[in-house]
């Protein structure tokens, strides 16, 4: 659900005409996803750009190897800097593995839609991504994703 959250809000974020470090790039992996959002309004807090990441993976924990899905999320200021080290959230620790795919247009528009493992656009986000975890416990679950403002772009040759 947080992903999912996350993805609603997703931009593309374009650094041009800025004298700063250039921000990271847009990733849409198989096993990782990295992109821009707006984490909206709260209470305490006006809307705030963030660097987002979700991946799979085993990371050192108070001297316990841990497994599972993991979360970043960096200010525009901190994804920028080389030096900062984001915090790294364990969402679901009994998550086995992580797979993503991503929907593509074919180039025949009449066609169902092709679903491959990354996405090759720079500077596009995709429109659909199909997320599927695996458990500890052999169960799985699986669910498509739509980014409001994604693009289905005609699959390149």
Do not use: M
């Not at 800025?18 to 309004?41: H, M």
């Not at 009449?110 to 491959?116: K, N, P, Q, S």
Request: net charge negative.
């Amino acid at each position: 659900d947080r992903l999912e959250r996350d993805l609603a809000n997703a931009f593309v974020y374009d650094p041009s005409g800025s004298a700063q470090p250039a921000p990271p790039a847009l990733r849409f992996e198989p096993s990782q996803l990295a992109f821009y959002t707006i984490q909206p309004k709260t209470q305490q807090q006006q809307p705030a750009v963030r660097y987002v990441t979700y991946w799979y993976g085993q990371r050192d924990v108070d001297g316990t190897s841990t497994q599972g899905l993991w979360r970043t999320s960096q200010s525009l200021g901190e994804a920028r800097s080389p030096s900062h080290k984001p915090a790294q959230e364990l969402i679901l620790p009994e998550c086995e593995t992580l797979s993503l795919r991503y929907a593509y247009a074919p180039a025949d528009e009449t066609a169902a839609l092709e679903w491959l493992d990354k996405w090759l656009y720079q500077n596009v986000l995709p429109r659909l991504i199909e997320v599927t975890l695996r458990y500890v416990s052999e169960r799985e679950s699986q669910r498509v994703i739509s980014i409001p403002q994604g693009s289905f772009k005609p699959q390149p040759p």
